[in-house]
């Protein structure tokens, strides 16, 4: 097939979202890390250094034929699974804010968790695009990879790494439901998935107070209501253009580490509306790219793994940003792109990079 040029739309919406972020973690961050490191570039110069590299990943990966995926799809998958079995391990993992799902390199660190979501993308396309016959039936269908999303979702909870594992259970079952499965499938799934989450509430007491703090942050303003307050506060006063660049009253000791999850809210309160609007425009014109590119697509594993990153990317960008402005309990998730965080950026760019190489096969 002749190769068209890539999709350059999409391509410099995330270079400008990343570099973007790059500006806001300094934003967010320089008077946390001046205080505690004595280096007001301590998260910049290391995001930075991701960002570099996963530009050049993310290049090298629009250049790559995405059909060797399906080919490596279960050797992927198997580096996965001894990864995020590694990491449970101690003195291999390494624990960082009560999870242990870190491996420690230097003053860096690695989730093996995010490069499970890609690993698991390119799997569950591939499964659907070579039992496009038998997807309709539950046991001999749907039954296998459930069992996989299943044994990957138990790995990520041990850690535990609640965030990340919704966004992969959720981009999954996303996949599954454009594959043509009957919609009582997915009511079933749903009522167990309800009941699923309820029982992860019930046995883990820092899930209730997360809960308890979102019904109302005040009745523990200090303690588990906290964060989502602090956020709130610095949502409210960003008005239509907002405090201005550097001039965020939350980052000073308030908003727990805002160059994080939570980065959104100095956004919004440093640039306003208009920032807000900005990033959502973004997002949204890197998902109807993604889109477009997954349904101009007429092989079917590419069209699967076109909507998989596609789908992974807005549902953990729609889960952080109703996290920030108390839509649901706080999860942990990062922004793609804009939050500070190796992997997180590493796989975002790294999935964008895929999605530039289907453009590029397309009629």
């Given at each position: 097939m002749?190769?068209?040029h890539?999709?350059l739309?999409?391509?410099?919406a995330v270079?400008?979202?990343?570099?973007?972020?790059l500006?806001?973690?300094y934003?967010?961050s320089y008077i946390w890390a001046?205080?505690?490191?004595?280096?007001?570039?301590?998260?910049v110069?290391?995001?930075?250094?991701f960002l570099?590299?996963g530009l050049?990943i993310m290049?090298?990966?629009?250049?790559?034929d995405y059909h060797?995926y399906k080919d490596?799809a279960?050797?992927?998958?198997?580096i996965?699974?001894?990864l995020?079995?590694?990491v449970?391990?101690?003195?291999?993992g390494?624990?960082?804010?009560?999870?242990?799902?870190?491996?420690?390199i230097?003053s860096?660190?690695?989730?093996p968790?995010?490069?499970?979501?890609?690993?698991?993308?390119?799997?569950?396309?591939?499964?659907l695009?070579?039992?496009?016959?038998?997807?309709?039936?539950?046991i001999?269908?749907?039954?296998?990879?459930?069992?996989i999303?299943g044994?990957?979702?138990?790995?990520?909870m041990?850690?535990?790494d609640?965030g990340?594992a919704?966004?992969?259970?959720l981009t999954?079952?996303?996949?599954?439901?454009?594959s043509?499965?009957?919609?009582?499938f997915f009511?079933?799934?749903?009522?167990?998935?309800i009941?699923?989450i309820v029982?992860?509430i019930a046995?883990?007491?820092y899930?209730?107070e997360?809960?308890?703090?979102?019904?109302?942050?005040?009745?523990?303003?200090l303690g588990?209501g906290?964060?989502i307050?602090?956020s709130l506060?610095?949502?409210?006063?960003?008005g239509?253009?907002?405090q201005?660049f550097?001039?965020?009253?939350?980052?000073?000791?308030?908003?727990?580490?805002?160059?994080t999850?939570?980065i959104?809210s100095i956004?919004?309160?440093?640039?306003?509306f208009?920032?807000?609007?900005?990033?959502?425009s973004?997002?949204?014109?890197?998902?109807?790219?993604?889109?477009r590119?997954?349904l101009?697509?007429e092989?079917m594993f590419?069209?699967y793994?076109?909507?998989g990153l596609a789908?992974?990317?807005?549902?953990?960008a729609?889960l952080n940003?109703?996290?920030v402005?108390?839509l649901i309990p706080v999860t942990?998730v990062?922004?793609p792109f804009l939050s500070?965080?190796?992997?997180?950026?590493?796989i975002s760019?790294a999935s964008m990079g895929?999605l530039?190489?289907?453009?590029r096969?397309q009629?």
């Open positions: 002749k190769e068209r890539l999709d739309i999409l391509g410099i270079v400008v979202l990343a570099i973007f972020g500006v806001m973690i934003s967010a001046e205080y505690k490191f004595d280096d007001p570039l301590k998260f110069k290391a995001q930075g250094l570099v590299v050049v290049f090298s990966l629009s250049k790559i060797i490596k279960n050797l992927i998958l198997g996965c699974l001894m995020l079995i590694l449970l391990i101690p003195g291999i390494k624990i960082r804010n009560g999870s242990r799902s870190w491996f420690g230097g860096l660190g690695i989730q968790s995010e490069f499970a979501k890609i690993g698991l993308i390119i799997f569950v396309s591939k499964y695009a070579n039992n496009d016959k038998n997807i309709k039936f539950i001999k269908g749907v039954g296998p990879i459930l069992l999303i044994l990957f979702f138990l790995l990520i041990l850690e535990p609640f990340t919704m966004v992969i259970v999954l079952v996303a996949i599954i439901f454009i043509g499965v009957k919609l009582s009511v079933k799934i749903g009522l167990a998935g009941l699923g029982g992860l046995i883990a007491p899930r209730i997360r809960i308890l703090s979102f019904l109302n942050p005040w009745t523990d303003p588990s906290f964060q307050i602090q506060y610095a949502i409210g006063p960003g239509l253009l907002g201005g550097l001039n965020s009253r939350q980052k000073h000791f308030y908003l727990p580490e805002p160059q999850d939570f959104f956004i919004s309160e440093e640039f306003g208009l920032g807000v609007l900005i990033v959502t973004l997002f949204l014109i890197i998902f109807y790219r993604a889109l590119i997954a101009n697509t092989e590419g069209k793994l076109a909507f789908f992974g990317i807005i549902i953990q729609l940003l109703m996290v402005v108390g942990g990062t922004l500070y965080g190796g992997s997180s950026l590493l760019l895929i530039l190489n289907i453009s096969r009629r």
